[in-house]
């Protein structure tokens, strides 16, 4: 997948300077950030509201748009595919794949090394609904 990515990252990079009028690309660079961060905004909603109805066909369709606003914005921020995978490639080395880091101060285990340090295990729990603590 990252190589996807990967490619995607290069395809917005050639196609930022086309001509506005036939590139959607072009075009949400010329209009800047904020434009792009909206239409990245606007993806994300239509992933959650597809997956709520439970239209799986329409989650992937609204996944693929919000991959391809999430890769205008980065490389509009100067931010590579690169990085982000060094940062999750941390974070798993801190937590496990399958988490994600705290909003807060709370103590991280420390790592001795990076991909030797236990990982937490992977927990599915059936039936349950979790709850996003605050």
Known sequence: MSDSLER???AVLAARDLDPAT???ARLFQRGPSKM???LAEEAIEVVIDAVN???DAVVRESA???YNL???WASAGVRPEDVWREMTRREDMLGIAEK???STMKLPKVASPRVAARRPI???EGRSARKRH
């Open 65 to 67: 748009d919000l991959l």
């Open 101 to 103: 880091l705290p909003k």
């Open 123 to 125: 927990v599915a729990l």
């Open 8 to 10: 995607l990252y290069l």
């Open 37 to 39: 961060a909206k239409k």
């Open 71 to 73: 890769t205008v914005l």
């Open 54 to 56: 439970g239209d799986t």
């Open 23 to 25: 590139s959607r690309t």
